[in-house]
């Protein structure tokens, strides 16, 4: 529920409700960590507490939506299976994204990525095989 404070007679300021506050200090910490040590861990945490479409803004100024995220993610740690997948499924289809190590890949390059990091992950098997047609391989590492 919601506490309102009285400031003045005709006038109401609403504060966040407990739990609105505890995510908002969540953001903060995610936000914190991946300025001060570019965490990988972070920028995935941070990216699933946001909705699609939402946007943080960084120490640094800049403003990330969540499949910025995730190839700050990527960045941070260029074996992050989770960051792959993820970035994978939030992907148009017809959409590419633009690495920091200059590569442009689409969602079956990303799942090819996600393999390369985990060579055990049967979903990043699975929606690659959904994103192939008929005939067509794909070649892993």
């Given at each position: ?59 640094d ?8 995220l995730?190839?700050e ?12 997948f993820n ?55």
């Amino acid at each position: 529920h919601t506490h309102t404070h009285t400031t003045h007679p005709h006038t109401h300021t609403t504060l966040p409700t407990t739990a609105a506050a505890a995510a908002m200090d969540e953001i903060q910490r995610c936000v914190d960590a991946i300025c001060n040590e570019s965490s990988s861990d972070a920028c995935m945490e941070l990216c699933q507490m946001l909705a699609r479409g939402e946007t943080v803004q960084l120490h640094d100024g800049r403003v990330l939506d969540n499949k910025q995220l995730l190839v700050e993610a990527i960045r941070s740690n260029p074996n992050n299976s989770s960051a792959y997948f993820n970035l994978g499924l939030v992907l148009g289809a017809c959409e590419r994204v633009r690495l920091h190590d200059g590569r442009v890949l689409n969602k079956k390059q990303l799942f090819v990525e996600t393999i390369r990091c985990n060579v055990d992950d049967g979903d990043a098997y699975k929606n690659l095989s959904l994103l192939l047609v008929p005939g067509e391989t794909v070649q892993l590492h």
